[in-house]
């Protein structure tokens, strides 16, 4: 029988979140990034995987408008999130940032208490209606972060005083607080221990049943682990971009499977 809920599924699985096209970007006259053209799903999990120096950061940046904040940068092309142009005279970035959240290499959690990181957006933003609400908004990004157990007895204490996997975990709530439509994760692990990553891996695919992931690593079991989707950029330039079973096991572009073997990066 036919199976509309399966079918609804699939839909929204495939639905667009962000569309960029020929998007390029300047560090004053070196161009990092050079007609980068993508479609990321929503509700999913995108690995961009590249040597070092290729321009997956710099990419990442421009999807909640960080490189803005860069003196000397410059992006051209269009970005559009859920059609719109991020670029819009209109599009206010401090929005648009509470809108697609971001999570560093290094946990960098605000000298604050606990419950002060993960309230800062919605205060901010004005999303809580009064203190008790606030503190709801706290309590389900942690729990969402899967952190609450481990802190609700202690969110007085300052944030840095967490372990390295605890403070990552805390950022993680900070940058869900706001109810984001998209995470962009810059190397989430890096920092981390084999345990503390997996418990951030999990998170992750748990993260993307409500919003669209887009994950910078470097390891490429990492990618295979936790991406649905995967972009390998080379020299700035977007070499190959699809499934990511299918990047890893048969890719398409040379310098793919040069990377991809470890001949080079
Ligand atoms: N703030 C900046 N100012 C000037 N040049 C920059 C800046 N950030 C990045 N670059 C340059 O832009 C290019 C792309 O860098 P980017 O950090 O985006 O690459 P990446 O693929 O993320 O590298 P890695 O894997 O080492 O983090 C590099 O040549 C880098 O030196």
Known sequence: MYDMRQAEGVTRQEAIKISARSVQVWYGDKQAIRDVDVDIPDNTVTAFIGPS????????????RMNDTIPGARVA?????????????????????????MVFQKPNPFPKSIHDNVAYGPRIHGLARDRADLDAIVERSLRDAALWDEVKDRLAEPGTGLSGGQQQRLCIARAIATAPEILLMDEPCSALDPIATGQIEELI??????????????????AARVSRKTAFFHLGRLVEYGDTGDIFTSPGDSRTEAYISGRIG
Do not use: W, Y
């Open 53 to 64: 120096g290729c321009g997956k950061s710099t990419f990442l940046r421009c999807i909640n």
């Open 77 to 101: 092309g269009r970005i559009s999130l859920d059609g719109e142009d991020i670029h819009d005279r209109r599009v206010d970035p401090v929005r648009l940032r509470a809108r697609v959240g």
């Open 205 to 222: 695919d748990r993260l993307r049943q409500s919003l669209a992931v887009v994950i910078v690593t470097h390891s490429m079991q990492q």
